[in-house]
């Protein structure tokens, strides 16, 4: 462990801090602009993942928040190197997970100058983070990050971006380090419960639908016992569907991009939506069609952890301002009298789950991406982490996949192309023993493709799926519907994506047929290499209850 004095660098300090704070992991793309830091992290015992793109390092620094619920963080470089970093922070900021990202400033006698590669970090970032601040005084390092791990996980948890000059970094400093922060848990009150349970009493036909961030292994346990105390239906917002069980029968299903049809008419046709943690934001609001904004004819109990969120777009029946953990806990001391009408409910509504994602839909070409999610699901671990970034090819991961255990799915709810590589990463340096997939299509996978050499030199075994049909597929999708015939700006030439596996010196296959997969996976698992396993799609095959040509029909019929 790196030895410390008590008149040490700032960034012997920061970096102190950062130990003290439970950091394990830190991902960065170096600089000479925060040298200090980096000879500082040399002996902290912190393991620091050297990414080839700061936007590969603010996804990883992302994917660690998200599961883990503690900051993850990422160093980056100032100007160029920061706002490579900046898709990274809207991620965060959309998702509600917490990040620290710290960047080098140049010296603070040449600001206000431009100086080269100079930034306004509170101007370009003030809208994107809970907090921009940069650093002035050196005496003040410990008291800057303490705030950091503190504001990024309270309420609802964000980005923080903290802005370190060069020369500021080096000076000396005689302070005292700072206690490990705990996240500020808000509970619910009594009155706030009582009142719940008389909406539940009176209630004929509720849903509760869970999302967002500040969840636990004991949290999804707790929501589960209530569900099955009371025999309510539960169901998932986009991205989220680790929070239940999808075979628990009383599992309804996920609100998010191409959901069943039948679970968007029964969160309309609900009397009582119990939204915890979530914000019903775009996506799983089915574009705000769900519930009328600001104020929904459905009786709407909003639970969040940050008051600000709550009355934003919905002005809820019942406001609940506590974090779904403390939430869920206090379950346990509502009493509610279960209702036969709400089980038979929930038996229909997981029917109705099960018979929507247990078969695949036929697709174009010889290459069906719900069955190959079909045997995925039926064949790796089920602690399995998959991660993926954003396309339509994603619509068969949250259709035909299901995520037995919390946080096995690390995906971007901003729908952030380029992600599924750095999260990849991220997850096997976090969890070494566990099998960690990174699903991607073609356009996406070459957003961040470049970081699969992070995975051979860090000798990550992460089995890369590339999904390619030769075109921005969602882009295409809404060309056709409004533009039909007329291509323009979407096709994609793209390169032997198993060869460039190899190039890496990692293990590349190339699946033509939906059989080939299987024995293409297994040859990865056994390689015990980075791999990446090349899935040529039909361009047709746009989603998976429509083709492209289908799209493009209906759109020139009704031209």
Known sequence: MHKLSSHRTAAAALVEQLRINGVEHVFCVPGESFLPVLDALRDSGITVTVCRHEGGAAMM??????TTGRPGICFVTRGPGVTNASAGIHIAQQDSTPMIMFVGQVETSVREREAFQELDYRAVFGSMTKWTVELDDPARIIEFVSRAFYTATSGRPGPVVVALPKDVLSQRVNIAN??????????????EMANLGELLADAKNPLFVLGGSRWSEAARRHIHEFAERTGLPVATSYRRSTLFDPLHPLYAGDLGLGP????????????LLVLVGGRLGEIPSQGYSLLASPSPQTKLVHIHPGAEEIGRVYRPHLAIHASPSRFVAALKRLKVTAKPAWRASADAAHADFLAWTDTATPQ???????EIMIWLRNHVPTDTILCNGAGNYASWIHR???FREFMTHVAPT?????YGMPAAIAMQRLHPDKLVLSVNGDGDFLMSGQEFALAVQYRLPIIVVVCDNGMYGTIRMHQEREFPGRVSATELHNPDFDAYARAFGGFGAVVNKTSDFPAAFAAARQSGLPSIIHLKI??????PAATLSGIRERALAQA
């Open 61 to 66: 620094a992302e994917a660690i928040g998200k």
């Open 178 to 191: 700072a206690p490990p922060f705990e996240p500020v848990e808000t509970s619910p009150g009594e009155e």
């Open 260 to 271: 069943n049809p039948k679970l968007v008419a029964r969160a309309k046709e609900a009397d």
């Open 364 to 370: 174009p070409g010889d290459v069906n991406l719900g």
């Open 400 to 402: 035909f996949y299901r």
């Open 414 to 418: 901003s729908a952030s192309m380029g």
């Open 538 to 543: 039909d361009p047709d095959a746009i989603l």
